[in-house]
């Protein structure tokens, strides 16, 4: 669980953008952690977390691209059903709100890359660091499952 920089880029609703933006990255060999797309009528968003988000900050720019960064909390979940519904309970029952989110979906039995927009993200690492109800935590996982997720 960690801070991490998302990078928000503002994209005409053409054919190619996206194919563009994701080429400059490719091209200078920085990867994609993860990214969601939401779209309008006229343009859209791309959110995206990169390994080397300062370095894809620059190389973003210098293509042209209108780009903002926040703050996000991304958290590794295990690849199985309820991580990530447990991690939103536990923020929703501390009245932290979730502006949104989103996650990769990671290999089976593996792990999975979960994305959250919060307004109070250091008071979130706290809840959820000390919450032992956590996805990654044995007493999330019904015993019965124990097994199968070690």
Request: aromatic share 4%.
């Amino acid at each position: 669980m960690r801070i991490a920089k998302q990078l928000s880029i503002f994209l005409i609703n053409q054919p190619g953008r996206l194919a563009a933006v994701s080429a400059s990255l490719a091209k200078e060999k920085i990867n994609i952690t993860a990214l969601t797309v939401m779209d309008s009528t006229e343009h859209g968003v791309l959110r995206l977390v990169a390994e080397e988000p300062e370095r894809a900050l620059k190389v973003l720019e210098k293509n042209g691209c209108s780009v903002t960064q926040t703050d996000i909390l991304l958290l590794e979940l295990p690849n199985r059903p309820g991580a990530f519904a447990s991690v939103a309970k536990i923020l929703a029952e501390s009245h932290i709100n979730i502006d949104y989110a989103y996650c990769t979906s990671g290999a089976p039995g593996g792990k999975t890359t979960a994305i959250f927009k919060v307004p109070f993200i250091e008071k979130a690492i706290k809840i959820l660091a000390g919450n032992s109800r956590r996805p990654e935590h044995d007493a999330a996982v019904p015993k019965s499952q124990r097994a199968a997720h070690r």
